[in-house]
């Protein structure tokens, strides 16, 4: 099944970010629903990023927090112009940010595990780099996940 299908959105976007707060922030705004959300899901990442750092390696984030306006999980993958550090042993330009709804609590861990999953594949991450603009990366995480070798 494709990530689209488990969000009732996911944003792209090709992003000029000079720190993890800008990245942070340019995630709240494609996350938030209405510009009213925006502050909150930008201090719910970035309280959960103060825990510790959403860096999974290969240079991914995901960073992710609650959104209590939110009836279903929403999501924004950027694409970084140039790395930032993320608090990770290397710097980040993949980052795909996840706000769900305050009551999504075993969701919420199978989202992660489902994009954790999607980032472990060197061809999808190596397609998402290569993408020119939002609409190639909305088209690479828009398609099926290859069939694992059995």
Known sequence: MPLTDLMAAVQTQVCAAADRESVLLAAAQLLAC?????????????EREALGSTAIGHGIAIPHGRAPALERPRGALLKLVAPVDFGGDEPVDLVFAIAVPSHYTHQHLMLLS???ELFSEPGIRQALRDAPDAAALRAIID??????AA
């Open 143 to 148: 398609l099926p996940p290859p069939a694992s």
């Open 114 to 116: 489902e994009l954790a």
């Open 34 to 46: 209405r510009q009213a959300n925006t502050e909150q899901i930008h201090r719910n990442l970035c």
